[in-house]
């Protein structure tokens, strides 16, 4: 539903944007977007509805003893290496290269289940990331490796240190996917608007601070609640 709202949403902005600009519809609109929605980082939501579907049947059938477990962690630095080797080399279309972007991360889950909390094998998921992380970058295959790197050693510690539920954690939480979903907006809006220079930390600052107050006016909306 999220999905199915958004791209109503974005796709009604193109379309007025177009008018605007007085601009043809066809130069608002592309192919991709019948994979990803009417804004590209709308891949995320169908991507991550499959592959949440085919990890939860791999996960389910897997028994993770250590034999198990060691044997899927060599595999996590084959799949990074392989993604990242892939993106460096190849100029992909949208939204191949978004999809193979975040594999690694995909299989990041599957190893953060297979760890079950156990704080060696989590450490050897931050090993195997580190590992992929200076073969790649001595080899020259930047594209993820970074994101990759960070994301893996900040899950393990999320999963490691854990904190007590609070009032801002519930709100951070709650809003975590409406930011992400209606930020492009606000940035779109903002550039039309507000006289300050994109890709700046203010501009920056600002379009989340924007974002996360109108997402927390739609969540007291019954109905607008659904799609964040």
């Known amino acids: 539903m999220p999905w199915l709202a958004w791209c109503v949403i974005y796709g009604l902005a193109k379309v007025v944007d177009a008018m605007v600009k007085d601009a043809p519809l066809s130069s608002e609109f592309d192919t991709w977007m019948l994979l990803t929605g009417s804004k590209i980082h709308l891949w995320f939501l169908p991507f991550a509805f499959v592959a949440g579907l085919l990890i939860r049947q791999a996960v389910m059938s897997l028994h993770y003893s250590d034999r198990t477990f060691w044997a899927l962690n060599i595999g996590f630095v ?5 993604s990242f080797w892939l993106l460096t080399s190849f100029v992909m279309e949208r939204p191949l290269d978004q ?11 599957v190893m953060l289940c297979a760890a079950d909390g156990k704080q060696l094998r989590l450490l ?22 970074a994101q990759m ?7 393990a510690a999320v999963l490691t240190i854990q904190i007590q539920a609070s009032a801002t954690t519930d709100f951070l939480s ?23 220079q994109p890709y700046t930390w203010a501009f920056a ?21 659904q799609i964040i």
Do not use: E, N
């Open 78 to 82: 084959a799949i990074q290496l392989a």
């Open 205 to 225: 600052l600002l379009v989340v601070a924007l974002s996360i107050m109108a997402i927390a006016v739609m969540r007291r909306t019954p109905i607008l609640r």
């Open 174 to 196: 709650s809003i975590a996917l409406g930011v992400y979903l209606i930020h492009p907006l606000i940035h779109a809006v903002l550039l039309r608007l507000v006289d300050l």
């Open 149 to 155: 790197v960070i994301a893996t050693i900040m899950c």
């Open 99 to 109: 999809w193979l972007f975040v594999v690694p991360a995909c299989y990041l889950g």
């Open 124 to 145: 050897a998921v931050c090993v195997a990331a580190a590992i992929a992380f200076a073969i790649a970058s001595s080899l020259g295959w930047h594209h993820g490796v």
